[in-house]
């Protein structure tokens, strides 16, 4: 499925594939804005970001060898892979078995840490007279809620009263097959319900990199796009940004984001813009959208007054635009499957109903079982048994929040049986070796294949071997080189 | 205690030494260091959005936080060129660190000279741990944060914290609270904040001003301090060379080899003495005389010679510390 995605961790990693599919020119021009540098850089693992730092006072290049030797014994396969995930960012730079980071890069970073470079790459403040008073980080909140809660109605076919988002919105939800167009409007489809479930952040990650393949098809330059996304992500939440210096592909996204309601502009082609909560959180990671008692800063905690309650995440990350600030959490579920949702939104009921058998409705209270039936039914949408879990667990009541685990054990492990259940086979490409003349030969392509871990199925008796597609290409070079090396030795007699 | 996952929190709190004087004697000047430091944080911020800090600061007279600072302070100018974070925490450390250091100048006392190049760590290190304490009791179930210490000392030891400053170190060790060292100047190596570092499992680091430049305190900050739990179990540290695991006595505060240890309440004296300070205990002298004039037999002969209960008449044994 073309947009599948689960957890965050995944979504973020698709971006990151989005990089690495950009031809080195681009990812220089990409790289010359410390806060596009910036945002990469907290795309990547832990350990990446170790390894960069590590570098990034470095002036000289350093033997891929001894990075390798950072690690410890047992941990090196995975510093290899971050290391080459690297190089494939264009990040690190290898030569004649040295490594250095790409000098743009290196410099870059360091100026988005110290403070220098292209002075506009963290946005401009807006300095004029502001015409409306009225846009707190409250009111930019709610501002934010009830625009991505339309698109999200929308989605779930229950804005029949509220009129249909723009067309730019609606182009975007068509080209990420989250909707499709049938006989009576636009219909949700099973992606469109994955990611009904998605928290916030990997939804908006979603919507950023579907405009991004939408720019590419419309010749819009996609350095262009992407260090103005990069720059939108660092940007501070209730501050007010000049659109002086944009271009007007820029411009143009501006817009559009707007009908998101990622960003907030007072009229179109206002000389300033405010960047809602839905953007600012995927780069600072706070849940706070709750408006005048976050703080400057997310990172802040501890000593002084009323920094600290606003710097600690509360429960996971935020939820903000399907439950409204003050109720957050209105799942109960017991060990006995049933669930009871303090909700009286038409959005999280048709969320619900996705996977939850709905029995009875108050005004403002619904109760509901999870079956095998409901749960099955979810399922076969494509929806995944983590993300029914996810969903409950970031929904939960905060009576249910105190607990460890969250959930009922019961009821997660039966959720995850039952997904089980409808996958006990599992296709996997694969080659098929048969009728090995020698006993030797098929054992030493037996402990090749073994020694690189790409046996799927094996029969010593029948001398026969189903290896995956990676596999295949390494053996079929073992086998060349084997075969030379007979002919060889052939000839030699 | 549970793995550190990759997806976990970080808590740092530097504890900045701002001790003038000790700073005049490094060869790298405070401003250069604050620069380095500044940028380390910024670096440090960068990894994770949830990451978490304090600054602390601390001279020979008093231990301040800097930040988070109190709200109610001037607005900062804005300068555009910088993330927004960044800013924030760089502007309130600069500008603490000045006050402080002008405010140190301002309230100098004569004839402290003698403790001039000392700063009382301990303070520095319990405050750390109070507000380590209270970010996870404030952190919910679900998310664990993980805590550590940084440390940069320019200031020589000061002998007479070493009971307050073993016993921080023991609760940081209790409360899984790594303390990395980064000892910048000073004519020797700090061997209380070497035990620190050993004791709790971080690094103890001598920057080597002299080789490197101006930015060799940097890098060596980059490469190992940062390094969040989850990293460190991946990554090698840099071992550390002998430790000096040496006691400072009770009586004097000196660093001794050899001492006395006072078997009820493991006092450390550097002389023989007839009571305990610590803990009021008189010793029985004929045994410790019996120790010192026949080694060979001391511990049979204090066994066989004391028919009393070992806390009333408690013998005063050597102890070798090394």
Known sequence: ?493 | MSEPLESDPSLLVVILDVNGWAWTQSPLTIDNALQQMIIFINAYLALKPENKLVVLASNKRECKCLYPADRNQAPIERDIRIYEQFRVVDATVLSGVQAMLSDAAATMIEGEEDEEGQTLMSRALSKALCHIHRVEAESSAAVKVWSRILVISAADDSPREYIALMNTIFAAQRMGVLIDICKVSGKSDSVFLQQAAEITGGNYLKVDTTRGGGESMLQTLMFTCLADHYTREVLVSPTSETIDFRATCFCHKRIVDIGFVCSVCLSIFCELTPVCSTCQTKFSFRVARADSAAPHQAVNGSLKQSPKPAAATAAMSTLTLS
Not at chain 1, 297 to 312: L, Q
Not at chain 1, 417 to 437: H, I, M, S, V
Request: proline share 4%.
């Open chain 1, 1 to 493: 499925m073309a947009t599948q995605m689960g957890s965050e961790e995944e979504f973020k990693s698709t971006i990151a594939e989005y990089l690495e599919s950009l031809p080195t020119q681009f990812c220089r021009r990409v790289f010359s804005n410390p806060a596009a540098c910036l945002a990469i850089f907290r795309l990547l693992s832990t350990v990446g970001k170790q390894l960069v730092m590590s570098m990034l006072y470095l002036d000289s290049a350093i033997k891929l060898q001894d990075v390798y030797q950072w690690a410890k014994v047992d941990h090196q396969p995975l510093v290899r892979s971050k290391v080459h995930q690297l190089r494939k960012l264009q990040i690190l730079t290898e030569e004649k078995g040295t490594v250095s980071l790409n000098p743009i890069f290196r410099e870059q970073l360091r100026n988005a840490l110290t403070g220098g470079g292209d002075f506009s790459s963290f946005g401009i403040p807006y300095t004029g007279a502001v015409s409306n008073r009225g846009v707190s980080k409250k009111w930019l909140a709610s501002y934010a809620n009830d625009r991505w809660e339309a698109i999200l109605h929308f989605m779930v076919g229950h804005s029949a009263d509220a009129e249909p988002p723009s067309e730019s919105v609606r182009g975007i939800l068509r080209m990420s097959k989250l909707m499709e167009n049938s006989e009576e409007g636009m219909k949700i489809t099973n992606s469109g319900f994955q990611f009904l479930l998605q928290d916030s952040s990997s939804q908006v990650w979603t919507v950023l990199l579907q405009y991004l393949r939408l720019a590419e098809m419309q010749d819009m330059d996609v350095v262009e796009v992407l260090n103005f996304m990069f720059q939108l992500v660092s940007l501070q939440l209730g501050r007010p940004y000049s659109t002086e210096a944009l271009t007007r592909n820029q411009r143009k996204m501006l817009a559009e984001l707007c009908s998101f309601g990622l960003l907030y502009q007072d009229s179109v082609g206002a000389p300033q813009f405010y960047p809602t909560h839905l953007i600012t959180s995927l780069s600072s990671g706070s849940a706070s959208h709750s408006g005048p008692s976050s703080t400057d800063s997310a990172t802040v905690v501890g000593a002084g007054g009323g920094t600290g309650r606003s710097a600690i995440p509360t429960g996971s990350k935020a939820t903000g635009e399907l439950a409204k600030p003050s109720d957050q959490g209105f799942i109960i579920l017991e060990t006995n499957c049933r669930m009871y949702a303090y909700t009286n939104s038409a959005l999280q009921i048709a969320i619900l109903n996705l996977f939850v058998h709905l029995v009875n409705r108050f005004p403002n209270f619904i109760t509901g079982a999870l079956t095998r039936d409901s749960v099955r039914r979810a399922l076969s949408r494509g929806i995944t048994a983590d993300q029914i879990i996810t969903f409950l667990t970031t929904h939960a009541h905060p009576q249910m929040q105190g607990r460890t685990p969250v959930l009922p054990i019961t009821v997660t492990d039966q959720i995850r049986l039952w997904e089980q259940e409808r996958n006990r086979l599992r296709p996997t490409p694969a080659y098929f070796y048969k009728d090995f003349g020698q006993k030797q030969e098929y054992e030493r392509m037996f402990k090749y294949a073994q020694d690189i871990g790409v046996i799927l199925w094996a029969s010593n008796e029948k001398r026969q071997l189903v290896v995956t597609r990676q596999g295949h290409a390494k053996i079929a070079e073992l086998v060349k080189s084997q075969r030379a090396a007979a002919a060889a030795a052939a000839a030699a007699k």
